[in-house]
């Protein structure tokens, strides 16, 4: 699995959490363990890449990543599967079945939840509505407001998901769409600040709600040099995200990035690339006293070959 741990030694944060690269030990007895599997960017890419020579070529494919999905939760208690967007375009699968493959295999998947890309618009606010019934998890998206659309009321910026007593809150926030989707493609679709959006709900989720783990799941992208807002200064400007699982750029990150904001509070960053080529993992252990974070542990997972249960 190229299980690495990514976190050496850190400063305790300013909720007084050191997060502390350390095994697993006989500790866990009095732990909770949680694991966050996540993709981003998987375009329609229901086959593995064709093994033609090409740079990840023979990897990917949505049956392989499903027996990998399954070998885990019958490993881990505490599973969350996650994506963070552009589940469509890019193959013909998309072409002739306009998304319905998609939604049905990632349903057969058991996806806890997922947020919205610019290419999630590709058919339009009609042809979203249209395949939605296919998806048995929930979108999850904060800083668009359909309310002037015919998706209003169709999703909400948040959902909680609670295991063995932990709570972990997880929203959603997506790209401006004007300049990368028609005006006819998203409509009314009126854009909210992400940063402001994402303050928002950090207070609702940590301090309302008492989550024990704040995700977001972003397609803003990376990194950006322009001046965009992009999932680093995300990090930087907004105090309280816990994980921020991203996707657009289409970046492979061989580990998360450790983003430190300003009051001292730590935030992980994570994205693996695009076409379901790989599987992030996240594997965080709370204490069952204090239910506070007290390890984090990431793995890449390549999709690389048949996987075989046992």
């Not at 590709?122 to 979203?128: A, I």
């Not at 509070?265 to 007290?294: A, C, E, H, P």
């Amino acid at each position: 699995m190229r299980r690495r741990d990514f976190l050496k030694t850190t400063a305790a944060g300013a909720a007084g959490i050191s997060l502390l690269g350390v095994p697993f030990s006989a500790e866990a007895a009095q732990s909770i363990n949680l694991t966050i599997l996540h993709t981003n960017d998987q375009h329609s890419r229901i086959d593995p890449l064709p093994d033609d020579g090409r740079k990840y070529g023979g990897m990917g494919g949505m049956a392989r990543r499903a027996t990998l999905i399954e070998q885990i939760r019958k490993q881990e208690s505490n599973v969350l599967l996650l994506d963070c967007g552009d589940i469509w375009q890019g193959t013909p699968y998309f072409n002739f079945f306009n998304g319905e493959l998609e939604y049905k295999l990632m349903s057969e998947m058991k996806y806890d939840a997922a947020t919205l890309g610019n290419h999630d618009f590709d058919n339009g606010l009609k042809g979203l509505v249209r395949q939605l019934p296919n998806a048995s998890f929930p979108f999850l998206s904060a800083n668009y407001d359909f309310s002037k659309t015919i998706l209003k009321s169709h999703f909400e910026p948040y959902k909680i998901f609670e295991k063995q007593g932990l709570r972990i809150g997880v929203f959603g926030l997506g790209i401006e769409l004007a300049g990368l989707v028609s005006k006819n493609n998203y409509g009314e679709t009126v854009y909210l600040d992400p940063v402001a959006t994402a303050r928002e709900m950090v207070q609702e989720l940590r301090h309302n709600q008492k989550c024990n783990l704040v995700v977001c799941l972003s397609h803003l992208g990376y990194k950006y040099e322009d001046g965009k807002i992009d999932d680093v200064t995300l990090a930087c400007e907004v105090e309280g995200i816990d994980l921020i699982l991203g996707g657009h750029t289409h970046t492979f990150l061989d580990q998360p990035e450790v983003i430190r904001h300003a009051t001292g509070y730590q935030t992980l960053i994570n994205q693996v690339g695009w076409s379901g080529i790989f599987l992030g993992r996240l594997d965080f252990s709370f204490s069952k006293k204090t239910m506070q974070k007290t390890d984090v542990r990431t793995a890449v997972l390549p999709v690389d070959r048949p996987v075989t249960t046992s």
